[in-house]
């Protein structure tokens, strides 16, 4: 079993940053892939960026591409999404979420096996 546990969430201006961080229980944390997901105000929920369980491999969603880096570090059990130039459609919950096997899709939701609470992203025009 797996807690996670996310953090940094916020109100900001258009253009700002903001460091989110997602704090995981258990002494597996580091075989598990991570990825972080949001959904906004009357939108389905939706893939932002996964990262291998090395830190090797990065995936982000067209929308975040070159504004938004996912990392993780294995010794802190923690993986963070540091945003950029922030713009009010990112306005949204933000999740993290752990899956234990390897060789699935990471941008699906279905991949997932555990999920965290929730942080709220508020970014102002």
């Known amino acids: 079993q797996v807690q996670l546990v996310e953090s940094g969430g916020g109100l900001v201006q258009a253009g700002g940053s903001l460091r989110l961080s997602c704090a995981a229980s258990g002494r597996t944390f580091n075989s598990y892939a991570m990825g972080w997901f949001r959904q906004g105000p009357g939108k389905e929920r939706e893939f932002v960026a996964a990262i291998s369980w090395s830190g090797g491999i990065t995936y982000y969603a067209g929308s975040v591409k070159g504004r938004f880096t996912i990392s993780r570090d294995n010794a802190k059990n923690t993986v963070y999404l540091q945003m950029n130039s922030l713009k009010p459609e990112d306005t949204a919950v933000y999740y993290c979420?752990?899956?234990?096997?390897?060789?699935?899709?990471?941008?699906?939701?279905?991949?997932?096996?555990?999920w965290g609470q929730g942080t709220q992203v508020t970014v102002s025009s």
């Open positions: 979420a752990a899956d234990r096997t390897p060789g699935t899709d990471l941008a699906a939701m279905g991949s997932y096996d555990y």
